[in-house]
């Protein structure tokens, strides 16, 4: 006969934590066609509540895998309030997921934290690297790098580690698509401010395979850049999308157009404007393989 404080564990099992949205949805849905048991922590009805501590420790219980994509938008204006809310919806919850690990009798096997590639600086001569790159200023590289500070301070020492500093993803059905593919099916889809600001993105598929790369890779941990090896202009990226649907001709946005619109539709230009140069060396040196290396194979998925 069994001992019968004997503790069952599910097999395999994937908390995701705020994933609610493009990334996060389409990361539950991978994984729940691979079998593993999905348990969602998110302030929406029907989830995990940030408030139940009791809960969250249950449900990473035995957890072969904790993604945490917990962050307010930070498409707003960064005013007082906005900075606040930004700032704690991203160390508060990567916290409470520190201090939930610790409680854990058999923690999770591999927590991943998702980071920003906006924490290097306004990149215009090199690809920023995570060996080689450097850390810029300003307001979203202090949020960034409080975000990561928090996650490397969470005492879980057998729990591997890692963070994805995501670039911008790409996909069917969410994300920047949306607006983009809005400008460009209303003649907008021309160069923003001076074009030269590079583009740094990853297809959503890649980002998924990351996920599950990492979560083989059990030698591996620390910080990943997670962006494709190309990296395009902003000419380039917007020529290369209007192709992807057949508009030859999309309308230029200078800057100061552009500064005058986050004023009225409530946003920061420096989404747009600031150049991001990010490479992914790290994945490439341990043998990650991208199903969408180039921009151009991926908006003609995405297009399709």
């Given at each position: 006969?069994?001992?019968?404080?004997?503790?069952?564990?599910?097999?395999?099992?994937?908390?995701?934590?705020?994933?609610?949205?493009?990334?996060?949805?389409?990361?539950?849905?991978?994984?729940?066609?691979?079998?593993?048991?999905?348990?969602?922590?998110?302030?929406?009805?029907?989830?995990?509540?940030?408030?139940?501590?009791?809960?969250?420790?249950?449900?990473?219980?035995?957890?072969?895998?904790?993604?945490?994509?917990?962050?307010?938008?930070?498409?707003?204006?960064?005013?007082?309030?906005?900075?606040?809310?930004?700032?704690?919806?991203?160390?508060?919850?990567?916290?409470?997921?520190?201090?939930?690990?610790?409680?854990?009798?058999?923690?999770?096997?591999?927590?991943?934290?998702?980071?920003?590639?906006?924490?290097?600086?306004?990149?215009?001569?090199?690809?920023?690297?995570?060996?080689?790159?450097?850390?810029?200023?300003?307001?979203?590289?202090?949020?960034?790098?409080?975000?990561?500070?928090?996650?490397?301070?969470?005492?879980?020492?057998?729990?591997?580690?890692?963070?994805?500093?995501?670039?911008?993803?790409?996909?069917?059905?969410?994300?920047?698509?949306?607006?983009?593919?809005?400008?460009?099916?209303?003649?907008?889809?021309?160069?923003?401010?001076?074009?030269?600001?590079?583009?740094?993105?990853?297809?959503?598929?890649?980002?998924?395979?990351?996920?599950?790369?990492?979560?083989?890779?059990?030698?591996?941990?620390?910080?990943?850049?997670?962006?494709?090896?190309?990296?395009?202009?902003?000419?380039?990226?917007?020529?290369?999308?209007?192709?992807?649907?057949?508009?030859?001709?999309?309308?230029?946005a200078p800057s100061w157009m552009l500064k005058t619109g986050a004023v009225v539709i409530r946003t920061e230009t420096?989404?747009?404007?600031?150049?991001?140069?990010?490479?992914?060396?790290?994945?490439?040196?341990?043998?990650?393989?991208?199903?969408?290396?180039?921009?151009?194979?991926?908006?003609?998925?995405?297009?399709?």
């Amino acid at each position: 006969m069994g001992d019968p404080n004997h503790l069952s564990l599910p097999s395999r099992k994937i908390v995701l934590a705020g994933a609610t949205g493009f990334i996060g949805e389409a990361l539950r849905e991978r994984y729940r066609q691979n079998g593993y048991e999905t348990l969602m922590i998110s302030r929406r009805p029907g989830h995990i509540s940030w408030n139940d501590k009791a809960a969250i420790t249950e449900a990473l219980n035995g957890a072969d895998l904790l993604v945490n994509l917990a962050g307010r938008s930070v498409n707003c204006r960064y005013n007082e309030q906005n900075r606040r809310e930004i700032m704690e919806s991203r160390t508060t919850t990567t916290k409470t997921l520190g201090d939930a690990i610790a409680d854990c009798p058999h923690p999770p096997k591999l927590w991943i934290n998702s980071g920003t590639a906006t924490i290097y600086r306004d990149a215009r001569d090199r690809p920023m690297t995570e060996e080689q790159g450097e850390l810029g200023s300003g307001f979203s590289v202090e949020v960034a790098k409080a975000w990561e500070e928090t996650f490397f301070a969470a005492h879980t020492p057998f729990t591997r580690k890692a963070v994805l500093r995501i670039a911008i993803a790409l996909g069917r059905g969410g994300g920047v698509m949306t607006p983009y593919f809005n400008l460009i099916r209303f003649g907008l889809g021309g160069k923003q401010g001076p074009g030269s600001q590079r583009f740094s993105w990853v297809h959503i598929d890649d980002l998924c395979r990351m996920v599950e790369f990492l979560e083989k890779r059990t030698d591996l941990s620390g910080v990943f850049n997670a962006s494709a090896p190309e990296q395009v202009t902003n000419a380039e990226q917007m020529r290369t999308m209007r192709e992807a649907y057949g508009r030859r001709f999309g309308l230029p946005a200078p800057s100061w157009m552009l500064k005058t619109g986050a004023v009225v539709i409530r946003t920061e230009t420096e989404l747009i404007l600031k150049s991001r140069w990010v490479a992914p060396e790290r994945l490439l040196r341990e043998g990650f393989e991208f199903r969408y290396p180039r921009l151009r194979e991926a908006m003609a998925e995405i297009a399709r």
